[in-house]
């Protein structure tokens, strides 16, 4: 089956640095990818559309330099939280959709910031 | 506004039983309804996808209806188990392949 993974699945930083987080589709050629938030207890948040060679498309309320993502590649999407914050702790979780529609999601990423 | 709603936080039954979950949207005209389920600090992992012209949808002990009249869809697991114990979601997908979940249902089998 398909796989997406995600790197690191874990991370603890300091407030001010900038953490980058990675998704990569193993098996497959993602032309989609997208980027979701969740805090404890609560659904996960669409963040933002990540299409390879094209800008992210960023949900309202997303702060696009506050997030960065580049989809370098069909099997790689990056997202970087900049000048991280407390408030930025959360579980960030990334999803890769084939060619067929399908989508399929990464295991994600604790943040917490100190 | 738009909003999905899952019927409880958490549902506690008894192995063998089966389990009922309510999914209920208001302003969507999803192309697709899915549920997913998703573990402790995990990602979703998708199980049943069902299209607004299906009525009904099964996967071995897991059955999925989809009324869009009543805007709603129902997710069972019959002859649930312990290792059903999870969070499930349900999400509804838009043209653009976009996914908008709700809360969750956290159903705990006791043995």
């Known amino acids: 089956g398909a796989v997406v993974s995600q790197h690191p699945s874990w991370v603890i930083c300091k407030s001010g640095t900038s953490v980058k987080i990675e998704c990569r589709s193993l098996?497959?050629?993602?032309?989609?990818m997208f980027w979701y938030r969740q805090f404890p207890k609560q659904s996960l948040m669409l963040m933002a559309t990540s299409n390879e060679g094209s800008k992210a498309t960023y949900e309202q309320g997303v702060e696009k330099d506050k997030f960065l993502i580049n989809h370098a590649s069909l099997t790689l999407s990056t997202l970087t939280v900049t000048s991280a914050h407390p408030e930025d702790s959360s579980f960030y979780i990334c999803s890769a959709t084939n060619r067929v529609g399908e989508q399929f999601f990464g295991p994600g990423t604790r943040l917490t910031v100190l | 506004s738009q909003k999905i709603e899952q019927n409880s936080e958490a549902l506690n039954i008894q192995e063998g039983k089966t389990a009922t979950l309510t999914c209920n949207y208001t302003?969507?005209?999803?192309?697709?309804l899915q549920w997913y389920r998703q573990d402790p600090g995990r990602g979703p992992v998708f199980l049943l996808l069902i299209r607004e012209n299906e009525k009904e949808k099964r996967k071995e002990r897991l059955k999925v209806t989809f009324d869009t009249t009543l805007k709603q869809s129902l997710f069972h697991i019959t002859a649930s188990q312990p290792a059903d114990s999870a969070t499930y979601l349900c999400?509804?997908?838009?043209?653009?392949?976009?996914?908008?979940f709700g809360a969750g249902t956290t159903v705990t089998v006791r043995a």
């Open positions: 098996d497959f050629q993602a032309t989609t």
């Open positions: 999400a509804l997908e838009s043209n653009d392949y976009k996914l908008s």
């Open positions: 302003n969507y005209s999803p192309a697709y």
